[in-house]
């Protein structure tokens, strides 16, 4: 089946420091990745969605600024958490949408910003 | 975004019962997925339905997409300890629209007592 793998699988920065979390379809192209956040025992809520080529449209309340969101490739998205706070530590887990429109679900990343 | 009730919040059973959670939204959905998350894990999709009425069978897992399009249930027969983890729903973000952005229950937390 398709694969998606992110990194890194957990993450500790300081305060004001950026993070770059990257989400890569393996064995397939992708020309479109979304991006979820998941709180602790909480559902995954839908940040933004990433399009290869052209820039990605975030969900209401979601600072495009703070999130930077790059899908250069048709395998690769990445997204950066800039200024990082104790409050934007949480579980990211990315996923990849294949040519039937399928999505598969990496792993997820754990952030932990201290 | 469209709002997914997923009931009940957790279940305690014993290995060899029988499990069904459910999902209602507020408005129509075309499409509903079920999917499993381990611990630190990304979800990984069990089911999905694209039908009302649809009844989808994956092993021991029953999931069927509700006449009224507003609801769909998931059954785990005969549970054993790796059935473990949380289960959750997810619908179009949109509800009648795109598949590709997806809105989440809140999940129902299974744990099997062997």
């Known amino acids: 089946g398709a694969v998606v793998s992110q990194h890194p699988s957990w993450v500790i920065c300081k305060s004001g420091t950026s993070v770059k979390i990257e989400c890569r379809s393996l064995?397939?192209?992708?020309?479109?990745m979304f991006w979820y956040r998941q709180f602790p025992k909480q559902s995954l809520m839908l940040m933004a969605t990433?399009?290869?080529?052209?820039?990605?449209?975030?969900e209401q309340g979601v600072e495009k600024d703070k999130f930077l969101i790059n899908h250069a490739s048709l395998t690769l998205s990445t997204l950066t958490v800039t200024s990082a706070h104790p409050e934007d530590s949480s579980f990211y887990i990315c996923?990849?949408?294949?040519?039937?429109?399928?999505?598969?679900f990496g792993p997820g990343t754990r952030l932990t910003v201290t | 975004g469209q709002q997914l009730n997923q009931s009940p919040q957790s279940m305690f059973i014993q290995e060899g019962e029988d499990v069904s959670m459910n999902c209602t939204s507020s408005?129509?959905?075309?499409?509903w997925l079920w999917y499993k998350q381990d611990p630190g894990e990304g979800p990984v999709l069990l089911i999905a339905?694209?039908?009302?009425?649809e009844l989808t069978s994956n092993g021991r897992l029953t999931a069927q997409f509700g006449i009224t399009r507003k609801d769909s249930f998931l059954n785990i027969s005969a549970s054993i300890p790796s059935d473990v983890g949380i289960y959750f729903c997810?619908?179009?973000?949109?509800?009648?629209?795109?598949?590709?952005?997806?809105?989440f229950g809140k999940g129902t937390l299974l744990t099997v007592n062997p």
């Open positions: 996923s990849a949408e294949d040519s039937f429109s399928e999505q598969y």
């Open positions: 064995d397939f192209q992708a020309t479109t």
């Open positions: 990433s399009n290869e080529g052209s820039k990605a449209t975030y």
């Open positions: 408005s129509i959905f075309n499409t």
């Open positions: 339905l694209y039908k009302a009425g």
């Open positions: 997810a619908g179009p973000l949109t509800g009648g629209g795109s598949n590709y952005k997806l809105t």
